[in-house]
Nanobody, 127 residues
Framework: QVQLVESGGGLVQAGGSLRLSCAAS????????MGWFRQTPGKEREFVAA????????YYADSVEGRFTISRDNAKNTVALLMNSLGPEDTAVYYCASGQGSLLITFPRRHKEIDYWGQGTQVTVSS
């Protein structure tokens, strides 16, 4: 059974930074691309960032490109999201997600196609 456990959310002032982490278990971590989504009340879960199984390729939503960095440590079975220059528009529950293959192109950009989710971690950015 695949398990994903996020940590690192919290309250931060606009312009600040936060680092989210996701610990994975249940299958060969490096064989799957990983990613992050986020959701605000009343809206659908939206794609934020993804990273290939090897960690060599990444992809970001336009709204976070240049501010967020996704990384992974395959020795520790963890994926992280470093968020810089945060703004109130980044306030959301952030979810870790596991892909369907190792290549970045296999990682779904639509939340309905994701098979495994973490429980979510709240990020609140005050203005």
């Amino acid at each position: 059974q695949v398990q994903l456990v996020e940590s690192g959310g919290g309250l931060v002032q606009a312009g600040g930074s936060l680092r989210l982490s996701c610990a994975a278990s249940g299958r060969t971590f490096s064989s799957y691309a990983m990613g992050w989504f986020r959701q605000t009340p009343g809206k659908e879960r939206e794609f934020v960032a993804a990273i290939s199984g090897s960690g060599g390729s990444t992809y970001y939503a336009d709204s976070v490109e240049g501010r967020f960095t996704i990384s992974r440590d395959n020795a520790k079975n963890t994926v992280a999201l470093l968020m810089n220059s945060l703004g109130p528009e980044d306030t959301a529950v952030y979810y870790c997600a596991s892909g369907q293959g190792s290549l970045l192109i296999t990682f779904p950009r639509r939340h309905k196609e994701i098979d495994y989710w973490g429980q979510g971690t709240q990020v609140t950015v005050s203005s």
